[in-house]
């Protein structure tokens, strides 16, 4: 029923690879997919447990530094080691690198939340011994990460030492030749508090810069009357070491409480015992109980059900748990580009959370959706500071890639360029809006960040012969950069625009819009100068070819021969400079197209259609943010077969490691675009302030598919079979949607068949 | 008669100033204006001696690194170290900032080509000297610094010290926080060897990744019978300690002799001593005499006289022996952007040095112009490969910044951006060419580089409904990156492109050619490729404004606003990010009116005086390589306020520190650009396939101006005065030049007086 995914073997060159497939988390704390014991010298490894967040400041260096480049970068730092735990049998370690591994495997459970090893192992003099190791991060006590052991011996074993670990001498991952993860130094994290005291080991470190701190308050219990203890403080860790005699099976249990003054202030320790008290009143056994009734409520709304392949229905429930297990539900965290399992982008949030991810918590679970938006509220002091920074006079400019809201791009033509992430932000509030209808949240939070980000257009764009222009900004498309008009970021600015006059209409009259009004010392005419900027917003578009120009001269530039380029020259971006790339009509990613997905009706659907062809010939999907789009937009325009293709190339992206650098962490916005493909692609969703519509149309390959949305106090589950869709309101009050064009009341509990056509469009 | 410049006291502000207006050199050595004796710990100092092209590389750090980017950097280094001389009378140290300083003169002396300092100094103790230093490098013997000290007492003194040093243990100045000047680390050099032997100091030191070494060879000489000597070797220097009973003056003389890899091979040492040996035999007073009659032979042909502005007369002359200082006159170097005066970016050639300078040398010293081209032809295996290296799979792109060859900017949209440069070599040998006629030097050199830039041109542009267009490239304007179609790099690329095809045309039959066509794999097919290119290339013109549009959508950007931009605001690039800067209408420098100037009859008179007027409005000079060509324009426009006004805002730039950041050295494109303003401007030279021509204009401010130029094997002297000009074709068989409109005969040894009326123009 694929609820879990397994190997059955140890393959040496795929160890990197599985350490993040099998990464546990919570949104709070990640683990990687290490081995307790490591690999030996043998092997590399990328050892490390994340806290959502949690980072250091390191100082970024220029070859030439301009005015307006930010100092310093923030960096998720890899904490303070909890993960080791090694076994002697007789006084041999055990290493699966060393002897006989006789059976293995291991397993991540998305319904139950864990990750298992199960191994015989055969150590070189011949002694046997069968190991079960669970280990878990709990969604219920975000700050606990737990380990169970359970070890028989196969063969006669006198003695069993267990040494487990806590270590604060720990360092991030770097690679100077990849781009896309960190450079320079990697020591960020100093120990300034190691102790044992009433069977708790406690370590707390702080970070250089930024001055934080973390504390990992850890137990250890031996399911045994007798046993040998030692405890070892050294500097920077505390090691245990256990002797048992081994003549039955020993089940030992490892308890790991991380705390952080982002969430707990100054009195980590105590807060950390306290927490540390109470999950120690609990069995690992409960804590997987609790841990699995967290899991049914997840997947009883979240859940996409296929039938009739079960390599996608793998890939969709991994990439839907990966999600959550990476995903932050506090208000100081957001997703990262690879969640929390690996070091690639350096824990930073990118646009991929509004537009690839926030639309899954928005649809399925409210709570987690208006967490995202608060934190991206929290930063909105660091935007406006940010846009004047780089030469702005008025409105927020959200950085390009951040933790806490100071930019943290050191190369902007592909970083701070990209204005369009703050029109991507407020695209979620307006989106949060119309989903939830939450008026409050808008007064309290959304307003704010939407009218900060049209006054940023406003002092970006400028009117030139009856249309509002955008200038020197980078779209989507990282292979063409610094560009006027992106037609990305001019539709989703004239949303932005459009939206900021609307709301401020809205509340006009609104007591707190008053408040804010003088906070922000908003002018009458400035929000006139956002309704024609947004009336006037020019969207290129090119009347020979019938398409929407990705740029004013996008068009008239060579098109790079992507059918004579080697495959080994992609992706491009680690083979030709900038500039090559720049100067051709190639595509990293979906730019065009996005928008045409994103602002569904903002083009003719002949244009649609025509920019379509146009771009996914010039795309190289590079970007592992495009396939979902282009997918999503070929169910639209009714290429089933494109569609699927499309589709299936992103859903087992990381399982399959088709981007080779899965190590590195998992590509959560392919996973949250698998969703969106689902969602928006086959099954046709589309929320608009008139409501929900859509056009299902079920991929051939299967037979059934099914999943639940979330909607004005409402709970809709849609089923798509090959000719009929039916949709059953769950949960609210009566409900009325657009199937293709005709207007459908949906009654509560009640559920409605209705037939179709495949391939509407083309 | 403003020969010289002269300071009469020690203005402690402009310390690091002087060292700059004051260094000395001979295009090999330089070495800066700073005091034998030191400061002191009192002042700062960039304490510098440098050897042009001498550099050693340095890995550049990237927040994010791209394919393309330069791993390193090359860098003019620092050298060894021998002006120290120190003296001690009584005991008591001389510092010019301890006691007290009765007469103080400092000057630099362009006629006889050395730099005197002359004081009279009185002691705490209150013993009194007066010391008469003058020091030089020799453009006759280019490996000698040679310093000579007079001393004499003006009060009892017992006893003088003179301590004099060589030291090994030098680094390079770096600022981090300045885009212009050098970060990270600075010490690159290691001595390698340290001897003294034979009345010889000897230090070879080495860098650290271009493995190049340097040896310095020095002597002292006291002229007196009787004294004591002491040496002292340390690790890294060598100090020679004299001790004089100071009854009568004392002359002392230091010869340093320098030698490195890039010129004498291995064996340093060995050249090192028979050179010195060879300068040992002259008197510091002998070596003047030979400096003296370098440099009368330089100044005959060089020099400009202006009647009625002494300040400016100084500063043009003060310009063009910096000039000659810092020229590179071997062909393993060139003229750095600073010359040899100073760390400011780096020691590294630009384009400055086509466009700003070799026209000075090509117009009166074709020895040293053709030394410059040789330098680059030196870069052009270097320069395909970095087409290569870009993604090209033809032609030369030329760094825009390096020395030996290799691409040494590490912030691309102002730096490999810049292709222009590619066509501005390009165009210098065009030049050389048309001056010299020199067929053999087209054959052997120039034909490559024109063939392998414009097969660069074709690979970077393309052929577009009618237009050969080139996009996404960086023009002269650094405040306007990445865009298509820029003025300037389709002009010059087009001027490029034709005389590509002219010399194939015109060598076709020739066998030197078809070694060539064999060598580069030449095809027929891309000659009439670069022909059509040249034809059809695409130069953006706005009907509306009847004026040459900068870029594709420079026009359409918003116009800055500078009259409301605060002065501390400026140079802009400082303060603000240059994304913003790229969003408006604003110019850092010359962009179009360059090209109108550079390539004289491109556009008719209409447009070029709209663009003039247009752009004139929009750009800053932040850049110290614009006013000179505002002035030339001016000037050919009958703006003779203006052409004046922007000629003395660039004639004094260094004198009058009008940037502030002469410190860092001495700026020779503006420089190079006084003699511009001048020869271009004022007498409105232009130099075509179809001759020379002349439209002067003598600025009202003056009385007259003279000046000569060397063209096809002539002399001519050109005279203006307020009505007339003068030409006199002193050496040469009778030529025929364009007097504005009218075709004059000069005939041999004859002068030509004409009358012409101020402001043709407007």
Known sequence: MAWNITRKDINKDKLLLNESLFAIGNGYIGVRGNFEEGYGDAHPSIRGTYINAFH???KISYGEKLAGFPESQQKMLNVIEAQTIKLLIDGEELSLFDGEVIDYEQSLHFKEGYFKRKFHWRSPAGKEILVTIRRMTSFVRKELFAIEYFMEPLSHIDELTILSTIDGDVSNFVDDNDPRVASGHAKYLSVTDIKQEEELNMIISETQQSKLSVACVSSTELAL????????LSGTSIEEKYTVLFNKPVLF??????????RHGDQLDKKGKSLHRQA???SFSELLEEQHSYLNEYWDTADIYIKGD????EGIRFNLFQLLQSVGKDSVSNIAAKGLSGEGYEGHYFWDSEIYIFPIFLMTNHEIARSLLLQRYSLLDSARERAKEVGHTKGALFPWRTITGKESSAFFPAGTAQYHISADIAYSYIKYFLVTNDMSFM???GAEVLFETARLWLDTGHFY???????DVTGPDEYTCIVNNNYYTNAMAKYNLEWAAKIYNLLKENNKLSQLIKKIDLKEDEVADWARASEQMFLPYDEELGINAQDDTFLQKKVWDLKNTPKEKFPLLLHYHPLTLYRYQVCKQADTVLAHFLLDGISDMETVKNSYDYYEKVTTHDSSLSHCAFSVMASKLGYSEKAYKHFSDTARLDLNNLHGNTKDGLHMASMGGTWLAIVYGFAGLRIKESGLSFTPTLPQEWEALKFKIQYQQRLLMIELHSDTVTYTLEKGADLVIKHYDEEITLKTEQKTALEYHQSPMV
């Not at 009357?225 to 070892?232: F, G, P, Q, R």
């Not at 249990?253 to 982002?262: A, E, G, P």
């Open 56 to 58: 250091d400041e390191s």
């Open 225 to 232: 009357a007798n046993y040998d203890k030692e405890v070892h």
């Open 253 to 262: 249990t490892k308890r790991n409480i991380y705390t952080d003054t982002l």
């Open 280 to 282: 120690k009143e609990k």
């Open 310 to 313: 079960p390599e996608l229905q």
């Open 443 to 445: 007064e309290d939070y």
């Open 465 to 471: 012969q009856g249309t509002f222009r955008i200038d």
